[in-house]
Nanobody, 122 residues
Framework: QVQLVESGGGLVQAGGSLSLSCTIS????????MAWFRQAPGAEREFVAA????????LYADSVKGRFTIVRDNAEKTVFLQMNGLEPDDSARYYC???????????????WGQGTQITVSS
């Protein structure tokens, strides 16, 4: 069974930064495409960023482009999300996901973490 464990959530003031990490228990981490999604209360889960397992290509939601950066460390089987210039609208529960497809489509991802909460105060 594949497990994803996120960490790094918390409370931050608007304009601040946070870094999330997600470690996968799978032996062959490098073959998986990884992504971050988020879900605010009362809203649907939405795509944030993805990174390809084959060549490191990245994909971002327009709302976070230029502020968030997704990177991966295959040796550590970890994917990171560096979030700068945080805004109150970024407040949500952030989920790490892994799968075979490099995409922003939620249903394509096979493995999910439990999520970590980010709250941005104004």
């Amino acid at each position: 069974q594949v497990q994803l464990v996120e960490s790094g959530g918390g409370l931050v003031q608007a304009g601040g930064s946070l870094s999330l990490s997600c470690t996968i228990s799978r032996r062959i981490f490098s073959s998986y495409n990884m992504a971050w999604f988020r879900q605010a209360p009362g809203a649907e889960r939405e795509f944030v960023a993805a990174i390809s397992g084959s060549d490191g290509r990245t994909l971002y939601a327009d709302s976070v482009k230029g502020r968030f950066t997704i990177v991966r460390d295959n040796a550590e089987k970890t994917v990171f999300l560096q979030m700068n210039g945080l805004e109150p609208d970024d407040s949500a529960r952030y989920y790490c996901a892994g799968g075979a497809a490099f995409t922003n489509i939620e249903k394509a991802y096979l493995f999910w973490g439990q999520g970590t909460q980010i709250t941005v105060s104004s």
